[in-house]
């Protein structure tokens, strides 16, 4: 189940349509920033708004790799 319109709103909003974590500005990208599990589900993270970020797809990109291969 995907994270729903509302909360991404939210998240987007709540983090001034910045990236969480190296603050980029997602109107200067190409697409829209990703919406992060910081907990993910697979290991019991819920949806709720304190486990969401809001990510660039850099950062989203490095979490994701140094979680495989760390």
Do not use: Q
Not at 16 to 24: A, P, Q
Not at 36 to 44: A, D, E, F, Q, T
């Amino acid at each position: 189940m995907s994270v729903n319109r509302a909360t991404r709103n939210l998240v987007r909003s709540r983090a001034n349509f910045l990236c969480e974590y190296c603050h980029s500005a997602e109107e200067s990208s190409s697409t829209l920033f990703t919406i992060n599990h910081i907990l993910p589900r697979s290991i019991g993270g819920s949806d709720e708004l304190e486990n969401l970020a809001l990510a660039c797809h850099r950062c989203n990109n490095n979490r994701y790799i140094s979680s495989v291969y760390h």
